[in-house]
T-cell receptor, first 110, second 114 residues
């Protein structure tokens, strides 16, 4: 069974730019979660999509947004990048209650 | 509100020694508790969940609702156990039968010396 995949692996952006991160869940999983793992802040919940709808979002500004497609893959968009957005962004998928994580996308904002 | 506390940021033991990674949680409803592990240069992966009551790689964890704890234990640590360990909590969605986001502790870096 293929695991959760994420792209790109890493990218470098400058302040003010916009970025899109992508996630493909495990086949059969309908829910996708996004987490941010910033240095010193641990893993923090960003967004939850299920069956194409946003179900919940964490304590992040509106410039963090996303969507889920009919095939259950998901995108995370971050607008107006700030230096503190530099982090590892993790995607997880689930069908029930156990979340399985992708390898993450390392975002560096200069 | 959901909160998970892992009081030890770093834990060092010698090979063959017992190890216990502490986790305390705060949640008013019915929680589901997990331990995730991240080995060097690998993705975050599930180690065990309280509801399955399994022993994975020799690790066990018992949910103590009275003390709101979910400590991870292994009687004899191995060098390959060296990793970052995260305790996580998921709460039952109000009025539903499914669980939502994971709330993670800050993690404990376990180092097992030869």
């Amino acid at each position: 069974e293929a695991g959760v995949t994420q792209s790109p692996t890493h990218l470098i952006k400058t302040r003010g730019q916009q970025v899109t991160l992508r996630c493909s869940p495990i086949s059969g999983h309908t829910s996708v979660y996004w987490y941010q793992q910033a240095l010193g802040l641990g893993l923090q919940f960003l967004l939850w999509y299920d069956e194409g709808e946003e179900r919940n979002r964490g304590n992040f500004p509106p410039r963090f947004s996303g969507r889920q497609f009919p095939n259950y893959s998901s995108e995370l968009n971050v607008n107006a990048l700030e230096l503190e957005d530099s982090a590892l962004y993790l995607c997880a998928s689930t069908r029930t209650d156990t979340q399985y994580f992708g390898p993450g996308t390392r975002l560096t904002v200069l | 509100a959901q909160r998970v506390t892992q009081p030890e940021k770093l834990l060092s033991v010698f090979k063959g020694a017992p190890v216990e990674l502490k986790c305390n949680y705060s949640y008013s409803g019915s929680p589901e508790l997990f331990w995730y592990v991240q080995y060097s240069r690998q993705r975050l992966q599930l180690l065990l969940r309280h509801i399955s009551r399994e022993s994975i790689k020799g690790f066990t964890a018992d949910l103590n609702k009275g003390e709101t704890s979910f400590h991870l234990k292994k009687p004899f640590a191995q060098e390959e156990d060296s990793a970052m360990y995260y305790c996580a909590l998921s709460g039952l969605i109000a009025g539903g039968t499914s669980y939502g986001k994971l709330t993670f502790g800050q993690g404990t870096i376990l180092t097992v010396h030869p």
